[in-house]
Every structure is written in structure tokens, then in C-alpha cells.
């Protein structure tokens, strides 16, 4: 069984950074790809980030790059994302999730963490 943890939302101005970190518990992830996904109030869940948790290959969305960075640490089974020059449209419950290595769809989820970047 899966589990996903969320921490480091919160309320930040326009420019600022926060990191937000997924505590991932259960069994070896060594053959999943964990990922950050987001939902903006009205709007669909969007595709954030991704990193393979084998080899840490990396995946962003393209409006995204430049500003967020996902990241992993293995002796903590802990995976961040760094996000910098935040903006009023990044506002959204982040969520972490997990893929399977021959899913392709994430089929665990953390509970949300809220960011809410302000003007």
C-alpha cells in the first residue's frame, strides 16, 4: 500500500519560492515514477512534474520549466518540488502521486497540500 504525505504549502506573495515535499511510505519505489500534479479551483488537475524514482530522470510541464524543480531524496524516500517566482495563477491544491513502472496512469495520491501565491 502506498503512502503519501504532503507538506510546505501555504501562503506566499508574487516572486516568492516555496518547497513542497511528499514523505512516501510503503514499499520500494524503485520501480515507480512519482509526480506532482495540481488543481486550480475551476480547473482541471494538470500535469506539474515528474521523476523517476530509479534514476531520477525528470519531466516538466512546458509553462512550468525554469521555475519548478522536482527533486528526490532516497535515504529520506522523500520527493520535493521547488518552486520559484511563484504567480497568482500557480494557486492550486499540489498533489503527489505515484506511477507504477508499467502504469500509465498515477494511481496513488497524497491528500493535497494548498498554495496560494498572492498579488
Known amino acids: 500500500q502506498v503512502h503519501l504525505v504532503e507538506s510546505g504549502g501555504g501562503l506566499v506573495q508574487a516572486g516568492g519560492s516555496l518547497r513542497l515535499s511528499c514523505a512516501a511510505s510503503g514499499r520500494s519505489f524503485s520501480r515507480y515514477t512519482m509526480g506532482w500534479l495540481r488543481q486550480a479551483p475551476g480547473k482541471e488537475r494538470e500535469f506539474v512534474a515528474s521523476i523517476r524514482w530509479s534514476d531520477g530522470s525528470t519531466s516538466y510541464a512546458d509553462s512550468l520549466k525554469g521555475r519548478f524543480t522536482i527533486s528526490r531524496d532516497n535515504t529520506k524516500n522523500t520527493v520535493y518540488l521547488q518552486m520559484n517566482s511563484l504567480k497568482p495563477e500557480d494557486t492550486a491544491i499540489y498533489y503527489c502521486?505515484?506511477?507504477?513502472?508499467?502504469?500509465?496512469?498515477?494511481?496513488?495520491w497524497g491528500q493535497g497540500t494548498q498554495v496560494t501565491v498572492s498579488s
Open positions: 502521486a505515484a506511477r507504477y513502472i508499467t502504469s500509465e496512469n498515477f494511481g496513488s
